[in-house]
């Protein structure tokens, strides 16, 4: 059982800067990034996806796909690693799970063949989330989700607290989170950041 592949969740509003500091890690510590919502977008430009149409209107208005899609999504780009190098074992899941569904659905499926580390949280205020995110779309970042209309509606912070609420008790009752003050820059995130994965690398 030690060669099931190790997972981190990678967790934060929008905005926290989940995938700038999931680039830095993968630099320095040669994990592979998958984020959730990166493979539901690629899935949903697919020519014919059955899911697209789908995808998209939860994109949009900043609900959450049905776990099904994105775990098959997520087993099928860690296969996909594993197959093509044997030595990209650990990966960083960014942006997953979301909320109770996407949690159970995992625990379910995937939580038997996976090896989970810990749970890394970005912490950063609602107000500053937004502005990286409406700085993001101003950027070129082609996402449909980065203006304020649908950021209004992703940032609702209740809904998000409510939603990842359970998910953080969850691993928090197993020792597994590990909280960092997100509202930095990014090279003093990743300092701490870097604390936290040379611990894991030691193990
Ligand atoms: N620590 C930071 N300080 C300022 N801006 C940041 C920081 N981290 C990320 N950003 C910027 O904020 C935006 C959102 O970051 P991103 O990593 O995409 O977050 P997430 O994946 O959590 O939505 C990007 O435009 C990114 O360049
Ligand atoms: O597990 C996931 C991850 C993302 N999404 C959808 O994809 C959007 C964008 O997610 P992403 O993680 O890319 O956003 P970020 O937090 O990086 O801004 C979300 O608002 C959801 O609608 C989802 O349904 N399930
Ligand atoms: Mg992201």
Redesign the pocket.
């Known amino acids: 059982m030690t060669n099931l592949p190790k997972v981190i969740f990678v967790l ?5 800067g ?2 700038t500091q999931c680039q830095k890690i993968v630099q320095e510590f040669g994990c592979v990034h998958l ?4 493979l ?2 690629i899935e949903r430009s697919k020519p014919g996806s059955q899911f697209g149409e789908m995808i998209e209107k ?2 949009k ?5 049905p776990v099904e899609v ?1 775990c098959s999504l997520l087993e099928q780009s860690m296969k996909k690693e594993m197959e093509a190098d044997k030595a990209k074992d650990t990966f960083l899941i ?5 909320n109770k569904n ?1 949690m159970d659905g995992w625990q379910k499926e995937m939580s038997h063949k996976t090896d989970l580390q810990f749970v890394l949280i970005f912490e950063c205020t609602e107000k500053e989330c937004v502005e990286r ?1 409406l700085s993001r779309g101003e950027a070129g970042s082609g996402r449909t ?1 980065d203006n304020i209309e649908s950021l209004q509606k ?1 940032q609702l912070i209740r809904t998000h607290i409510s939603s990842t609420e359970p998910i953080i008790e969850f691993y928090e009752a197993k020792g597994l989170v590990r909280k960092v003050n997100g509202s930095r820059s990014p090279d003093e995130v990743f300092e701490d950041v870097r604390k936290i994965f040379v611990g894991l690398k030691k193990k």
Do not use: M, Q, Y
């Not at 934060?12 to 926290?16: E, T």
């Not at 208005?61 to 796909?65: N, Q, R, S, Y």
């Open positions: 934060g509003l929008p905005g926290s989940k995938g984020s959730a919502g990166e539901l977008r939860h994109i208005e900043g609900t959450i796909v994105t960014d942006g997953f799970p979301r996407n995110c989700d992703r």
